[in-house]
T-cell receptor, first 116, second 115 residues
Framework: GAGVSQTPSNKVTEKGKYVELRCDPISGHTALYWYRQSLGQGPEFLIYFQGTGAADDSGLPNDRFFAVRPEGSVSTLKIQRTERGDSAVYLC??????????????FGPGTRLLVL | AQKITQTQPGMFVQEKEAVTLDCTYDTSDPSYGLFWYKQPSSGEMIFLIYQGSYDQQNATEGRYSLNFQKARKSANLVISASQLGDSAMYFCAMNSGGSNYKLTFGKGTLLTVNP
């Protein structure tokens, strides 16, 4: 079956613009996660969805960041009034059973966002 | 709070030799999981191996094994018989019983396999 897919693969925008990043999880996975990976760093947790609801959005850096998953499958990460510091790779992951410690999260290839 | 430390920014190994990538962790939760992921230049994070805090034996998956030393809070990845395709960034990560959906990653180690 297909893995996690993310679009676009690259996005260049200007400071102050609005961007949307899309994630299509593995079919049947109820849990979806967004992480952000800055240059030279490991991924950092942003938000976790169980079904349609955001179960934990504690990693979102500020109120310019918002994510939705209206039908419990595809998710969109939305960034308003982008800043140069938002430049990073945004990774999406999905899993079947997030309640299990050993549950593997499967990652997509990421969206590389560059804010000029 | 949990923390992962990877002290080796880069490592070199000759093809067909074994290499150990270091990882130490910190958490106050007695129940936790440790993961290793590989990230090639394409960017996708590929799951390699998992070790649970209550597992009695070290985890193994093919050429990958995890040297788990609980008292020292270390979870080193051992790659045996290195291949050129093993050249990539390697990340150690953990979750804990309090929020087991949330992975905390280290900064990674860049492994280069020389022919």
């Amino acid at each position: 079956g297909a893995g996690v897919s993310q679009t676009p693969s690259n996005k260049v925008t200007e400071k102050g613009k609005y961007v949307e990043l899309r994630c299509d999880p593995i079919s049947g996975h109820t849990a979806l996660y967004w992480y952000r990976q800055s240059l030279g760093q490991g991924p950092e947790f942003l938000i976790y969805f169980q079904g349609t609801g955001a179960a934990d959005d504690s990693g979102l850096p500020n109120d310019r960041f918002f994510a939705v998953r209206p039908e419990g499958s595809v998710s969109t990460l939305k960034i308003q009034r982008t800043e140069r510091g938002d430049s990073a790779v945004y990774l999406c992951a999905s899993s079947q059973n997030p309640r299990a410690l050993q549950e593997t999260q499967y990652f997509g290839p990421g969206t590389r966002l560059l804010v000029l | 709070a949990q923390k992962i430390t990877q002290t080796q920014p880069g490592m070199f190994v000759q093809e067909k030799e074994a290499v150990t990538l270091d990882c130490t962790y910190d958490t106050s939760d007695p129940s936790y999981g440790l993961f290793w992921y590989k990230q090639p230049s394409s960017g996708e994070m590929i799951f390699l191996i998992y070790q649970g805090s209550y597992d009695q034996q070290n985890a193994t998956e093919g050429r990958y094994s995890l040297n788990f030393q609980k008292a020292r809070k270390s979870a080193n990845l051992v790659i045996s018989a290195s291949q050129l395709g093993d050249s990539a960034m390697y990340f150690c990560a953990m979750n804990s019983g309090g929020s087991n959906y949330k992975l905390t990653f280290g900064k990674g180690t860049l492994l280069t396999v020389n022919p």
